[in-house]
C-alpha cells in the first residue's frame, strides 16, 4: 500500500524557518516527481515546489522562490521542504505529492501538515 506521511508543521512567528518531510513507503519515491503543495483557508490547492525525477530539476512558485529549498533523500525515502523567512501569507495545509504518471505509475497525495505563521 502507497503511503505519504508529512511531519514537520506547526506555528512559528513570521521571519522564522520550519522543515517539513515527507515519508513515502510501499513505493520508492526515485521513479516519482515529488511535489509539495499548500491550501489556505477559502482558497484552492497551489503548486510549491517539485523535485523531478531521474536526475532532474527543481522548480519554485515565484511566492517562494528564494526562500524554500525542496530536497529528496533516496536513502531515507523522504522529501523535505526548508522554508525559511516564512510569512503570515505562508499560512496553509501542505501536502505531499507523488507524481508517477508519465512513467505509467500512480500519483499518490498525503494527508496534509499545517503551518501557521504568526505576523
Known amino acids: 500500500q502507497v503511503q505519504l506521511v508529512e511531519s514537520g508543521g506547526g506555528l512559528v512567528q513570521a521571519g522564522g524557518s520550519l522543515r517539513l518531510s515527507c515519508t513515502a513507503s510501499g513505493y520508492h519515491l526515485s521513479s516519482y516527481h515529488m511535489g509539495w503543495f499548500r491550501q489556505a483557508p477559502g482558497k484552492e490547492r497551489e503548486f510549491v515546489a517539485v523535485?523531478?525525477?531521474?536526475?532532474?530539476?527543481?522548480d519554485y512558485s515565484d511566492s517562494v522562490k528564494g526562500r524554500f529549498t525542496i530536497d529528496r533523500d533516496s536513502a531515507k525515502n523522504t522529501v523535505s521542504l526548508q522554508m525559511n523567512t516564512l510569512k503570515p501569507e505562508d499560512t496553509a495545509v501542505y501536502y505531499c505529492?507523488?507524481?508517477?504518471?508519465?512513467?505509467?505509475?500512480?500519483?499518490?497525495w498525503g494527508r496534509g501538515t499545517q503551518v501557521t505563521v504568526s505576523s
Open positions: 523535485t523531478r525525477c531521474c536526475g532532474g530539476t527543481t
Open positions: 505529492n507523488a507524481d508517477g504518471l508519465e512513467r505509467g505509475l500512480g500519483a499518490y
